[in-house]
Structures are given as structure tokens and as C-alpha cells.
């Protein structure tokens, strides 16, 4: 294939859509900003949003690059054991987000985990955990940033400079001016471009190979076989296309890397602790849940119909790597005018991971490093005024941190290594020490660092060829594990040699130890049962779990 083969005959129509999304985004922003009047209002939203919104925020902050080009790719390299993913690595975390730890998040009133971690343990946590957040937040800022770039590069023909000015100013221009209310109602409405640009490639792609019978005969004709219809055949052993062990699948990924993203990842918490009161913010996680369950429909199908129509896919580089499963489809599918949609709903997903990764680090940058440690009581428009050039700093960051995401042709590969460093060892210390009440401050800390440690070693050792895994992901699942098991034993072996805190100094913030209200500010509208945060969360895992049945 020559250097143009992913090039879009875009016309006038097409251009136009994306410009009108461009200008929405940016009109949104600016009439979030009549709302700001506190640091609250500008980093927490006011705690004022209703929990359809935040919801819909919160599993649109989540369909960045990750999701739409880094599915598709395990789609079409792994087939169905891309539905783990969804149906096991995050549905049921996010259900316990909502029903246990948001309580302890909504209830102590705390404006990021990182605090959560101070109120715990003691500062030196909170500056471990709020410093390696900041950094894991660039760090996937410029994945999506990177991401935007290459397929506006690819498909446009934008020079590289311009697609990555373009999406960051944009990106910056909201969040600056309209805080966290502009980056959540953005979401809200980029969930619905992300869907409406995605669902014509499913639906084309499906009628291109004969539908779902035609896409499953075709899937066993292809180099994945028989195997990349199904999720836990050959689990027994690693002889299957993601050469993962049912061992490393459910504890690794269901367990570790699921709980330590959804539950202690402040760029999602952030949409929840917005939510108006206890109830919406319990049920916030919840309502992502039930289209979390469906969006393997435009991202896992497309790219099993990339794997049986695009010769030569899985390339190492050029043209067809494994990423660009998703343009390919959109050149060879899409007519003018779906095209335009198309597009914009890439640009859409990319602009959201990204806004959801700069309004969390603009938070935690300004609550918890520099009102902390730097610049104590000030007035509250001088905290507004620092997020915001925190906002600006973050993005710059991003900018330079995009061309790290160059060196990895499945980007989710590269993500799923950073969540197994950054988030499976603080998932470990967070969840001891919110069940565990004589887990002591000095434990915290040390299982923090030792357990990041413990998977940055993994990893390294890994790609210097001295430790075999399988695969890249199959690496993360195992590092994943590998840092919890270390933090817990780090934090059972210190804590009895290093004194507790008082009783006084943990309640509200551990299991026992003084009851969170979960009542007291419910309204009526609340009270009737298709509101219950337990039902809806049980109906959400039950369903998770009948999704496995055609594809066991």
C-alpha cells in the first residue's frame, strides 16, 4: 500500500459537520462558564449534575483513543477475548464503584482520591499517589492527543503539527474556560457523535460480509480460527489468541487492572463526585455500566470485519498496523456525508479521553500539590486561576508525551502497561485500607511505592527479554497481579510494626468505622426501585454475564 492508502475523499458536506462539531464543543465550554463562580464550581462542577449526565460523562471519558482505535486493534489481533474487556474487566467494578466505595468518596466530602489516600494515611502517600496520577494523566493525554493526530494526518492529509495544535487548543479552549461542567456536558454530547459516527461502520462491515453468520464463517477461515469466536476456550492453557491463562484474565485483568481503573482512576471518579447528591453520585457508575455493555457492537465487530476484509492487517508498520483497523474501514465503508460523521466521531472520542485526562490532572495538580504543598489559604479565584493554568500546562505536557505513544503499534498495549503500574498497586493499598482499620499510614506508603515498583520491574525485565510472557497484554495482566500481591504483603508485614491511627482520625473513611450516610440527602424522586444503586447494579452484572453465553 502507498503512503496515501488511508487518504478520505472528504468533500464540503464532511468538512462542514466536523467544523459544526468543532464550534458545539467549543459554544459549550463558554456557557459552562457562567456556572463558575468557586474552585468547587470549576474543578467539582458544584456538585450539582444530575445522574444521567454524569453517567453518560463518565463512559464517554472513557471512549478515547483506548477504546475506539486500541479495541478495535485486540479485536482484530484477538478476537472475541476482546469482550473481556468489557464484560469482565469493567462492568463489575464499575457496579462496586457505585454501590461500596462511592459512599466513602461522596460521603467524606473529598475533592480526589489522592485526598481520600491523605485523610487515610498520611502526606506522603497523598504526594506518591497525587504525583504518579499527574504523571500516568499526561502520559494518556498525549495517547489520545497522539492518536487524534495520526488518523487526522492519515485521513485528511493535516500535517502532523496541525492535527495536534488543532485538537489540543480545542481541548484546552473548553476546559480552561468552562472547568469540569464544560468537560462533562462535552462528554455527554461526544458519547452521541461517538455512537452515531461508529454504528454505519458496524452495520456496513456486517452487510459487506454476509451478517453476523458471515462474519463468524469468516472469523474461522482468518489466522485467528475457531478460537477468535470464543472467550475461555483454551483458557486452561495459553493456546489462544491472547496467550492469557484463565488465572491471568480473572484475577490479572476482572480483579486487578478492572477494580484499580474504575474504582481509584480520579479522571472517572471526578464525573461521579460532580453528581448532585449521594444517590446520583452511587448510581453515576451504574448508568455507564449498561452502555458499557454494549459498546464492543461498534468496536470489537469492526474490527473482526477489519481482520476478514483488509489483506495483510497486522502489519508491524506502515499503513496496516493493527490500529488503523478502524480507518481502513471508514475508507472502504463509508459514502460522503456518513464519512463526515464518521470522522467526527473519531476526533469526538479522542477529544474526550484526553479532556477527561487534563480535567483530572488540573484537579489533583491544584488541590492536592499546589494548595497543599505550596500555596496554602489563598483566596478561592487564585485556586481557578491555577487550575486553569494547570490546564494549560497539562496539555503542553500531553503534547510532548504523544510521541512516546509512537514506539507501539496497539496502542493498548501501551496503556494497559501503564494502568498496571500506576493503578493496580493503588488499587491495592486503597482497598486494604478502606476495609482494613489497623492498616497503619507508614503501610500505605510503602505499599504504594513498593507494589509500583514491583510492575515497573515486570515490565522492564520483560522487555529486556530476561522474563516471557506471551504477549504485551499478557505481561500487563501478570504486572498487574504481581504489583497488588506486593502491596498487600508489603502492607500486612509493615503494619504490625508501625503504629495505627486513632480511631477519630478514620471515620467515614473506613469500613466499621463510623456509617456514611447514604440516606440523608435522598430525594423523593430517588426512592423508587429503578433508582436502587443494588438492583441496578445487580441487573448490570447478571446481564454482563449472559453476554458471555453465545461467545463462551
Same mark, same amino acid.
Do not use: C
Given at each position: 500500500?502507498?503512503?496515501?492508502?488511508?487518504?478520505?475523499?472528504?468533500?464540503?458536506?464532511?468538512?462542514?459537520?466536523?467544523?459544526?462539531?468543532?464550534?458545539?464543543?467549543?459554544?459549550?465550554?463558554?456557557?459552562?462558564?457562567?456556572?463558575?463562580?468557586?474552585?468547587?464550581?470549576?474543578?467539582?462542577?458544584?456538585?450539582?449534575?444530575?445522574?444521567?449526565?454524569?453517567?453518560?460523562?463518565?463512559?464517554?471519558?472513557?471512549?478515547?483513543?483506548?477504546?475506539?482505535?486500541?479495541?478495535?486493534?485486540?479485536?482484530?489481533?484477538?478476537?472475541?477475548?476482546?469482550?473481556?474487556?468489557?464484560?469482565?474487566?469493567?462492568?463489575?467494578?464499575?457496579?462496586?464503584?457505585?454501590?461500596?466505595?462511592?459512599?466513602?468518596?461522596?460521603?467524606?466530602?473529598?475533592?480526589?482520591?489522592?485526598?481520600?489516600?491523605?485523610?487515610?494515611?498520611?502526606?506522603?502517600?497523598?504526594?506518591?499517589?497525587?504525583?504518579?496520577?499527574?504523571?500516568?494523566?499526561?502520559?494518556?493525554?498525549?495517547?489520545?492527543?497522539?492518536?487524534?493526530?495520526?488518523?487526522?494526518?492519515?485521513?485528511?492529509?493535516?500535517?502532523?503539527?496541525?492535527?495536534?495544535?488543532?485538537?489540543?487548543?480545542?481541548?484546552?479552549?473548553?476546559?480552561?474556560?468552562?472547568?469540569?461542567?464544560?468537560?462533562?456536558?462535552?462528554?455527554?454530547?461526544?458519547?452521541?457523535?461517538?455512537?452515531?459516527? #461508529? +454504528? &454505519?461502520?458496524?452495520? /456496513? $462491515?456486517?452487510?459487506?460480509? =454476509?451478517? !453476523?453468520?458471515?462474519? @463468524?464463517?469468516?472469523?474461522?477461515?482468518?489466522?485467528?480460527?475457531?478460537?477468535?469466536?470464543?472467550?475461555?476456550?483454551?483458557?486452561?492453557?495459553?493456546?489462544?489468541?491472547?496467550?492469557?491463562?484463565?488465572?491471568?484474565?480473572?484475577?490479572?485483568?476482572?480483579?486487578?487492572?478492572?477494580?484499580?481503573?474504575?474504582?481509584?482512576?480520579?479522571?472517572?471518579?471526578?464525573?461521579?463526585?460532580?453528581?448532585?447528591?449521594?444517590?446520583?453520585?452511587?448510581?453515576?457508575?451504574?448508568?455507564?455500566?449498561?452502555?458499557?455493555?454494549?459498546?464492543?457492537?461498534?468496536?470489537?465487530?469492526?474490527?473482526?470485519?477489519?481482520?476478514?476484509?483488509?489483506?495483510?492487517?497486522?502489519?508491524?508498520?506502515?499503513?496496516?498496523?493493527?490500529?488503523?483497523?478502524?480507518?481502513?474501514?471508514?475508507?472502504? #465503508? +463509508? &459514502?460522503?456525508?456518513? /464519512? $463526515?460523521?464518521?470522522?467526527? =466521531?473519531? !476526533?469526538?472520542?479522542? @477529544?474526550?479521553?484526553?479532556?477527561?485526562?487534563?480535567?483530572?490532572?488540573?484537579?489533583?495538580?491544584?488541590?492536592?500539590?499546589?494548595?497543599?504543598?505550596?500555596?496554602?489559604?489563598?483566596?478561592?479565584?487564585?485556586?481557578?486561576?491555577?487550575?486553569?493554568?494547570?490546564?494549560?500546562?497539562?496539555?503542553?505536557?500531553?503534547?510532548?508525551?504523544?510521541?512516546?505513544?509512537?514506539?507501539?503499534?496497539?496502542?493498548?498495549?501501551?496503556?494497559?502497561?501503564?494502568?498496571?503500574?500506576?493503578?493496580?498497586?493503588?488499587?491495592?493499598?486503597?482497598?486494604?485500607?478502606?476495609?482494613?482499620?489497623?492498616?497503619?499510614?507508614?503501610?500505605?506508603?510503602?505499599?504504594?511505592?513498593?507494589?509500583?515498583?514491583?510492575?515497573?520491574?515486570?515490565?522492564?525485565?520483560?522487555?529486556?527479554?530476561?522474563?516471557?510472557?506471551?504477549?504485551?497484554?499478557?505481561?500487563?495482566?501478570?504486572?498487574?497481579?504481581?504489583?497488588?500481591?506486593?502491596?498487600?504483603?508489603?502492607?500486612?508485614?509493615?503494619?504490625?510494626?508501625?503504629?495505627?491511627?486513632?480511631?477519630?482520625?478514620?471515620?467515614?473513611?473506613?469500613?466499621?468505622?463510623?456509617?456514611?450516610?447514604?440516606?440523608?440527602?435522598?430525594?423523593?424522586?430517588?426512592?423508587?426501585?429503578?433508582?436502587?444503586?443494588?438492583?441496578?447494579?445487580?441487573?448490570?452484572?447478571?446481564?454482563?454475564?449472559?453476554?458471555?453465553?453465545?461467545?463462551?
Amino acid at each position: 500500500m502507498d503512503g496515501d492508502s488511508l487518504r478520505l475523499n472528504l468533500n464540503v458536506l464532511d468538512y462542514g459537520i466536523l467544523m459544526l462539531y468543532f464550534v458545539t464543543v467549543l459554544a459549550v465550554g463558554f456557557a459552562a462558564r457562567r456556572a463558575i463562580r468557586t474552585s468547587v464550581d470549576f474543578f467539582l462542577s458544584g456538585r450539582s449534575l444530575p445522574a444521567w449526565v454524569t453517567g453518560l460523562a463518565f463512559v464517554s471519558a472513557n471512549l478515547g483513543a483506548l477504546e475506539i482505535i486500541g479495541m478495535a486493534a485486540n479485536g482484530a489481533q484477538y478476537g472475541a477475548m476482546t469482550l473481556h474487556y468489557y464484560w469482565i474487566g469493567a462492568v463489575p467494578a464499575m457496579v462496586f464503584l457505585g454501590i461500596v466505595m462511592m459512599p466513602f468518596y461522596y460521603g467524606s466530602k473529598v475533592r480526589s482520591v489522592p485526598e481520600y489516600l491523605r485523610l487515610r494515611f498520611n502526606r506522603p502517600t497523598h504526594v506518591l499517589n497525587a504525583l504518579s496520577f499527574a504523571v500516568a494523566q499526561v502520559l494518556i493525554a498525549g495517547v489520545n492527543l497522539y492518536a487524534l493526530a495520526l488518523i487526522m494526518q492519515a485521513l485528511l492529509g493535516w500535517p502532523l503539527w496541525v492535527a495536534i495544535v488543532v485538537g489540543a487548543v480545542i481541548v484546552l479552549a473548553y476546559i480552561t474556560v468552562g472547568g469540569l461542567s464544560g468537560a462533562i456536558y462535552n462528554e455527554v454530547l461526544q458519547f452521541f457523535v461517538i455512537i452515531a459516527g #461508529l +454504528l &454505519p461502520i458496524t452495520i /456496513l $462491515g456486517l452487510v459487506k460480509v =454476509g451478517g !453476523v453468520s458471515g462474519l @463468524m464463517e469468516a472469523v474461522r477461515e482468518s489466522k485467528l480460527g475457531e478460537a477468535g469466536l470464543h472467550t475461555w476456550q483454551d483458557t486452561g492453557t495459553t493456546a489462544n489468541p491472547l496467550g492469557a491463562h484463565w488465572i491471568g484474565i480473572v484475577f490479572g485483568l476482572g480483579f486487578v487492572l478492572s477494580f484499580g481503573y474504575w474504582t481509584t482512576n480520579f479522571a472517572e471518579v471526578q464525573r461521579a463526585l460532580s453528581a448532585k447528591n449521594m444517590s446520583a453520585a452511587r448510581r453515576t457508575p451504574i448508568i455507564a455500566a449498561y452502555p458499557k455493555l454494549l459498546i464492543p457492537v461498534v468496536t470489537v465487530i469492526p474490527g473482526l470485519v477489519a481482520l476478514v476484509t483488509v489483506q495483510g492487517l497486522g502489519a508491524e508498520s506502515g499503513d496496516l498496523v493493527y490500529n488503523n483497523a478502524i480507518p481502513l474501514l471508514m475508507r472502504d #465503508l +463509508l &459514502p460522503n456525508g456518513v /464519512l $463526515g460523521i464518521a470522522v467526527t =466521531g473519531l !476526533v469526538a472520542s479522542f @477529544m474526550a479521553g484526553m479532556a477527561a485526562n487534563v480535567s483530572g490532572f488540573n484537579t489533583v495538580f491544584t488541590y492536592d500539590l499546589w494548595q497543599q504543598y505550596v500555596r496554602r489559604d489563598r483566596p478561592d479565584e487564585y485556586y481557578i486561576r491555577i487550575g486553569r493554568w494547570a490546564t494549560v500546562g497539562g496539555v503542553v505536557v500531553g503534547i510532548g508525551t504523544a510521541f512516546i505513544a509512537a514506539g507501539f503499534s496497539n496502542i493498548m498495549n501501551y496503556i494497559q502497561a501503564l494502568f498496571s503500574m500506576f493503578n493496580a498497586p493503588l488499587f491495592a493499598t486503597f482497598i486494604i485500607g478502606m476495609f482494613w482499620r489497623r492498616m497503619s499510614a507508614a503501610a500505605g506508603f510503602l505499599s504504594l511505592l513498593l507494589g509500583t515498583l514491583a510492575a515497573l520491574a515486570t515490565y522492564v525485565l520483560y522487555k529486556a527479554g530476561v522474563v516471557h510472557f506471551n504477549s504485551d497484554l499478557e505481561e500487563s495482566f501478570w504486572g498487574a497481579g504481581i504489583a497488588f500481591v506486593t502491596a498487600a504483603v508489603v502492607a500486612i508485614a509493615v503494619t504490625p510494626f508501625t503504629s495505627k491511627k486513632r480511631d477519630q482520625d478514620l471515620r467515614g473513611l473506613v469500613y466499621g468505622m463510623g456509617a456514611v450516610d447514604v440516606q440523608g440527602d435522598l430525594l423523593r424522586s430517588d426512592a423508587v426501585w429503578w433508582r436502587s444503586p443494588v438492583i441496578l447494579g445487580l441487573i448490570a452484572v447478571a446481564l454482563s454475564l449472559l453476554l458471555y453465553v453465545p461467545f463462551f
